[in-house]
Structure formats: C-alpha cells, structure tokens
C-alpha cells in the first residue's frame, strides 16, 4: 500500500525555471539537503527539514548554466557545468562561482552524474564518459564520439552493481531509440537498439529504471499514455554487436494520450512507480503511485497549479515544480503483496472504535447475540469466507520457495529467492535458508546441468550459512572451478577446514588469467599495484641503503647476489612489480586471511605443485616489500592482508615444501631474498630489544633516585 502526505512548498522564492522547467534536483552528501539547479544562473541549496536555503551561487551575467549541480560524494565539494563547456568546482565556504576553480572542456558536457561510493562521472554530448578526476588532470584531452551523427542523448542514469559503476544512457534517432550500458569494471559498451512494438509511432515521453543483479528495467512512458517495460541484460553475451531488445506493456492508460503538458514517470521501489499527468484529456494533472506488481493505483494527488512535467525523489520524499515553487511530497510505500494491493492491509484503529479480529470463527454469527442464524446469513457467510480463504496463500512463503526449487528453472528459482529474502525475516528464517541451501545442492547433484550460482550467492550473503551447515556447497563450486563463489565462501564461512582451503588455493593458483578475466571477483583487499618508476628507482635505492632498519652490506650473505646472473635491475623490477594479476591476488588474499590450525594445514600443502608454491612465496615477498615502505608496516585498501599473516604463509610454505623449492632453479633467487629478509627482521628486532632494555633500566633509575631541587647531567651510553 501507498500514501502520499501532506505537501509543502520547499522555499518561497520564485525559481527562474524556463518553459521546461528546472535543470534538475540533485542530493548533497547530507541526507537532508538538496542542490537546485535552474534554468538560468543560479544554483541553490535547499534543506528540507527546515524549508530554507542554506547558500545560493550564481554565474555572473551573460553565462548560462547548461548542467545541473551534483555533489562530489567523495569530497564534499559541488560541480557543475555552464556555457556548455566550463567546469566549476566549489564548496560551502566559497561565495562567488568567478573565483573557485575553473577548467575549460575541449567537448561539449551532456550531463554530470555522481552517486555515493565512487567518484562522479562526465557524460559528453557526443556519448563519451570520463571520470572527473581524470579530466580534471587533463581537462583538454581528446573527447572521442561514440554515437552516430544526428543521435541526441535523452536520458541517462547512473547504478552500482556489484558495487562497480554502471552508466546507462538513451538516445534518440529520427524516432528510433537506443540503450548503451557502459560497464566501467570491464570497460565494455554495449549498444540496444530499442523496438517499440506494434506502435512505431508513438513518442517515448519520460524513462525510468531500476537494477537488480542481473537485468537493468528500463520503463518508459509512452505517448499513447501507457508504460512499457524493456530488460536490459547488464553482462551481455555479445558485447560488441548491436543487439535488439523489445518492450513489453506493464500498465496501460495512466495519464491521457494526448495530454498537452508534461508527464514523467519515476521508479519509487522494484513494485511502485509514479507519474505526473493528466488521467483524462479534460481534468487537471495528477501526481499517482501504482503498482505494477498487480496493476493497480494506490493513490493520487491533483495539482491543480499544473507542473512543468518533472519530478524527482530521493529517500521518501518527492520533489516538482508546482506551479512557480518546487514543491515537496513525502511518500510511503509498503511491502508489496496482494493484501496491500487490494486495501486489506489492517490499519491502525481510531480510539475508542472497535477493533475486529483477524481470526474469525465463521461457526458464530458476529454482531449479534443470536444463538442460530437464518440461511440468507449462511449464504452471506459463506460467501465471504471464500473471498477471504481467496486471499491467503495455501502455503507458507517458505514452503512455496521449497517447493520451487526442486522443479522450476534457474531464472524463476532466482526471482522467488529474491521476493523471500526481501519479506520480513521470521524466527525460522535460518532454517528455512539452510533447507534451500540443501535442496538446491541436492538438485544440483542430480542434475549436472543444474547450477544457480546467482541464488547461492545471494543466500551466501545473508550471513546465516557456514560450512558445516552445508559442506556440499564449497566441494559443489570446487568441481565447477566457481572462484567467485569460492571466494565468497572464504569471507563469509568461519569454519571451513583446511583440506578444503588448500583446495581452493589449488585453483586461485591454477586457473589461466584468460579465465579471471571474465570471472567478477570481490577487489576489496587488493591496491593498486602499478608503481611510478620514478618512484620504484627512489624505493630501491632507499631499500639498497637501509632495510627496515638494516643495512643489507652487514649481512653475511651478500655474496650470494654475486652467484646469481640476473642483473641487478632486473632484481628491482621484479620486486617492484606485482607476480600475479589483480584478480588472482583478490582470490590469494582471501587465503591469507581464513583461519587455520597449522598443525592441520601443512600436510595439504605438500601436495599444491612447486611452481606454484613458488608464485604464491613471490607474491607474499612482493607484499612484504610494499609493507616494508610504509612506517605503519601495513598495506593500503580496505581489508588487506596484514604483516602477520604474510610473514605466518611465509614459514607455512617453506616449512611444506623447502626441499621441494630449493631443488629448482628458478626459485633461488627468491630464497635468498627471503634469508635476506628474515635476517634483517632478527637485526631489526635485537636492536630494538636493545633499546627496551636501556629504556627500561632508564625507567628504574629514575624511580630510585629523588632529585628535588638539584641540578644534573647524566649521560647515558644505550651501546
């Protein structure tokens, strides 16, 4: 069920909104405040809760902004674009937008879009897309075309999937419409072309969408007055050939066909959408919220100052132009289901009125004291205890979902698995996720064919499971070499044993990088390796002077470099470059940090091949050196492997396979980087428990002896 409350008008100051209206509403990093943009010079900042402006900047007379103001999430600052090709950066403190930061675009900008968790992105006219931190390091860079002559952009939106950027835009070409998707963890465009069905004819009038993990639903309004829905896949199977994609209706006749002013239409959730129009030819525009789950209109609003055919939202508010004042209309909207739909939803009771129960012994005549009732009372009962029995599932939604796992295909299991995990979670909710678990694996079993990775993905991510609750599923994605689910099992199950972490460190150390590079890995624990050279040569010659401390001329075995033939500045490049692609080092870092007992553990590590043992020590001293240039002793990103358990799959590696590692060539050089290694840590450390001790006799010196109002020099020799 929706409800739209009370508006109210976010400020009274007149907007210079042009025929078409504003240039758009956008969200600053508060939750609470909003950036204005109008159709002439001014951008303003709106907080809500208090229907004020908090700062107003314009463009100095003669400039025009031609981009709405976003809000750099990343920094706190605002952006935006006037005359078509200047960019303007500011914050809160600034007052004049003449004076803040300026640069100058060789093309010219369609739009600039910015979501929390990543950096804002620049979409050209033409179709090209920069990040704003690289064109802001060279804001005269070539800006190549993407679209055909002719074709203008129309709308444009902007997802995280995956927690990767997705951009979608569409464009428009003598009445044909298409759909590009611009992946920015693959770098892939692809291209839809839009067919518009029976009626090619008709205008598409405003665009919507929504993303889930799988299909981006791209809605639209069209001029006939109806909604169409189009999936767009968002991991194409041909990337690179102009696919066509057909619509479907999903609600028909919602605003009026020929309706003379502008309509919009917004996605709310995955089952509301709302539009802005007139229902019929001769009545005032509307603001309504349907569902298009069942096809239904849960509420409306009319409006009868009229609006410019716009409408944004954010959070659980709703924002147009009614009549010359942005207007703001906060909304509700619950679950979906068909109680809701249909109004039978129990809602809260005024004092004092007598509330009925749910549960009603049809056996007993109600609203009367009557110990019998006459048939035409039977008849009436009856009949609305069908209605009622109509209304309720037969089953549990649990069962239901059971039920359907065993029988129905992958897409249709991965819909309902979806609608369950968005229900309320009841008491039962972890064993009804363990059951799915099992009778998913168990299908699996049965039938090869069988594999719906993306729902055990999804159940994976409830943080409900772990390995003894379903031990088939991690042996089920070693067959299928599944490395993204392998991964997501070592971050989220606590009990995995270490027969099969070895397993999985197989494969992470096996697989081609052809193979990763079509596979979608969690980054999160990986940097960037790639390192300036410049900086490279400054890190080798501190590290050739003094190493964590120590200088590598007092070790014993420096000779050793004088037996090997590489050069020294192949040595340099090669611990300065990183041994496996990113990717695997996502996959090598979910190892590092699973818990094992080691006693367990090095068994299993005697059966993993000596090469790769090889590239996995490689690895770790190529992390023990990016360590090492940090005085904190840590790596950068979010949830990177730690010193500790470097240094701990160091000793575990050589421990299992030394005999094994020393007999090939190849690894030499490694072996005596990593002596040198370990014999600057014992230097490192014996100097250091050299100073405690001093430190501490220091300590008990100054605790015996009490020197009041005498004056002393003492000198203390630490060697």
Same mark, same amino acid.
């Given at each position: ?545 003094? =190493?964590?401390?120590?200088?590598? &001329?007092?070790? +014993? ?5 004088? /037996? *090997?033939? $590489?050069?020294? %500045? ?110 600057? =840590?014992?230097?490192?450390?014996? &100097?250091?428990? +050299? ?5 501490? /006799? *220091?300590? $008990?010196?100054? %605790? ?16």
């Amino acid at each position: 069920m929706a409800a739209l409350e009370e508006e109210f008008t976010l400020s009274s100051v007149v907007l210079s909104a042009g025929p078409e209206g504003l240039l758009g509403v956008e969200q600053s990093d508060k939750t609470d405040q909003f950036l204005v943009t109008d159709s002439g010079r001014t951008v303003i900042l709106y907080k809500v809760s208090d229907q004020k402006p908090l700062g107003s900047w314009s463009v100095k007379q003669g400039q025009i902004i031609t981009c709405p103001a976003v809000c750099n999430f990343q920094t706190g600052e605002y952006v935006v674009v006037h005359d078509n090709k200047v960019l303007r950066i500011w914050n809160n403190e600034d007052v004049n937008l003449d004076k803040v930061f300026k640069a100058t675009l060789s093309a010219e900008v369609y739009r600039i879009l910015s979501v929390q968790g990543t950096e804002p992105l620049v979409l050209f006219k033409e179709g090209a897309v920069r990040g704003l931190e690289a064109l802001l390091a060279d804001p005269q860079q070539k800006i190549e075309t993407v679209i055909s002559d002719e074709e203008v952009i129309k709308w444009t939106k902007y997802f995280i999937v995956f927690r990767h950027p997705v951009l979608v835009f569409i464009t428009e070409k003598h009445g044909n419409y298409f759909a590009y998707v611009q992946m920015f963890n693959s770098r892939i465009l692809t291209k839809y072309t839009l067919l518009l069905g029976q009626d090619e004819n008709s205008v598409i009038k405003s665009f919507t969408a929504s993303v889930d993990r799988k299909f981006i639903s791209l809605m639209s309004l069209s001029s006939d007055g109806c909604i169409y829905e189009t999936l767009i896949p968002i991991r194409p199977a041909d990337p690179g050939k102009n696919q066509s994609l057909v619509k479907s209706l999903l609600l028909k006749a919602v605003v009026s066909g020929n309706a003379r002013n502008g309509v919009a239409l917004t996605a709310l959730d995955q089952d509301h959408v709302a539009v802005l129009g007139s229902p019929l030819a001769a009545s005032k525009e509307c603001l309504s919220v349907w569902n298009i789950k069942f096809q239904t209109l849960q509420t409306s609003k009319e409006l009868p100052q009229g609006t410019s055919g716009q409408l944004w939202y954010y959070g659980e508010h709703l924002f147009m132009l009614h009549g010359k004042s942005l207007t703001v209309i906060p909304y509700k909207c619950e679950v979906s289901s068909l109680a809701g739909a249909l109004g039978k939803l129990k809602h809260s009771q005024d004092p004092g009125t007598h509330v009925v129960s749910h549960f009603v012994n049809w056996e007993t005549p109600q609203g009367c004291g009557l110990g019998f009732q006459n048939s035409e009372q039977s008849r009436r009962i009856l009949r609305r205890r069908k209605i009622e029995v109509s209304l309720q599932p037969e089953v549990p939604p649990s069962k239901q979902l059971l039920s359907t796992i065993m029988k129905d295909s992958e897409k249709h299991i991965e819909v309902e698995v979806r609608k369950f995990l968005a229900l309320k979670q009841t008491p039962d909710f972890h064993t009804v996720i363990g059951d799915t678990v099992t009778g998913l694996l168990e299908r699996c079993k049965a039938e090869p064919s069988f594999y719906p990775r993306n729902c055990l993905m999804q159940l994976i991510q409830t943080h409900v499971l772990s390995y003894s609750l379903c031990p088939d599923l991690m042996e089920i994605a070693l067959k299928k070499k599944d490395v993204q689910l392998l991964q997501l099992c070592l971050q989220q199950f606590p009990d995995i044993p270490e027969s099969v972490t070895c397993a999985c460190l197989k494969i992470f150390l096996s697989i081609g990088d052809d193979s990763l590079q079509e596979t979608d890995v969690n980054m999160e624990s990986v940097f960037d390796c790639s390192i300036n050279s410049v900086h490279d040569e400054k890190m080798e010659e501190q590290t050739e002077i003094l =190493q964590n401390g120590f200088n590598p &001329e007092e070790d +014993k075995c420096n000779n050793c470099d004088q /037996e *090997l033939n $590489k050069k020294p %500045q192949d040595e340099t490049k090669e611990s300065t470059s990183c041994p496996v692609v990113h990717k695997r080092a996502a996959l090598l870092n979910a190892i590092l940090h699973s818990a094992y007992s080691e006693t367990f553990l090095l068994p299993h590590l005697k059966d993993i091949p000596a090469q790769h043992i090889t590239l996995f020590l490689k690895y770790l001293y190529f992390l023990y050196l990016k360590c090492s240039e940090n005085a904190t002793m840590t790596l950068p990103g979010i949830h990177p492997p730690t010193l500790n358990q470097i240094m701990d799959w160091i000793c575990l590696l050589l421990d299992a396979n030394f005999t094994v590692v020393v007999m090939m060539p190849e690894a030499k050089r490694l072996l005596v980087n990593l002596y040198k290694l370990v014999k600057s =840590q014992i230097s490192v450390y014996s &100097e250091l428990n +050299k100073i405690e001790v001093s430190f501490r /006799e *220091l300590q $008990k010196l100054n %605790q015996e002896k009490n020197n009041r109002g005498l004056y002393s020099i003492e000198v203390l020799e630490l060697f």
